[in-house]
């Protein structure tokens, strides 16, 4: 259950990154509500994971889901360029999380 509120938390910073973006520096109402909304979501299910997670693991896939889902939600509608180099880095990132799950002492 812990883990799933990570990857859940993961999507929400998703979320409260894209808001950030879309609230042009705080100056419009709703996209600037959705963005406390999701932070708060988002660290909140963070801090419950950490009850039962280390907070290596956990951390590195919050921050891995949101990154990356920031990035290619970017570049699907946001217009943002997707490059080779961009996506290439996103798996790398992907892989360094996968790569710390499993390296920790659960596995």
């Known amino acids: 259950m ?3 509120l990570v990857i ?7 979320g409260f990154a894209i ?3 879309l609230s042009h520096g705080f100056t419009r109402l709703w996209p600037t509500i ?10 909140g299910l963070l801090t ?3 009850r039962k997670l280390d907070v290596g693991p ?3 896939v919050w921050t891995g889901i ?3 889902g920031t990035a290619i939600y970017g570049m699907i509608f946001l217009g943002e360029v997707a490059s080779t ?3 290439v880095s996103i798996v790398l990132v992907i892989a360094g999380v996968i790569g710390l799950q499993l390296s920790s002492p659960a596995h």
């Open 2 to 4: 812990a883990w799933l």
């Open 8 to 14: 859940v938390a993961g999507f929400l910073e998703t």
């Open 19 to 21: 808001c950030l973006k």
């Open 34 to 43: 959705a963005f406390a909304v999701f932070a708060m979501s988002s660290f």
């Open 48 to 50: 419950l994971s950490l």
């Open 58 to 60: 956990a951390y590195a």
């Open 66 to 68: 949101g990154a990356s």
């Open 85 to 87: 180099l961009k996506i």
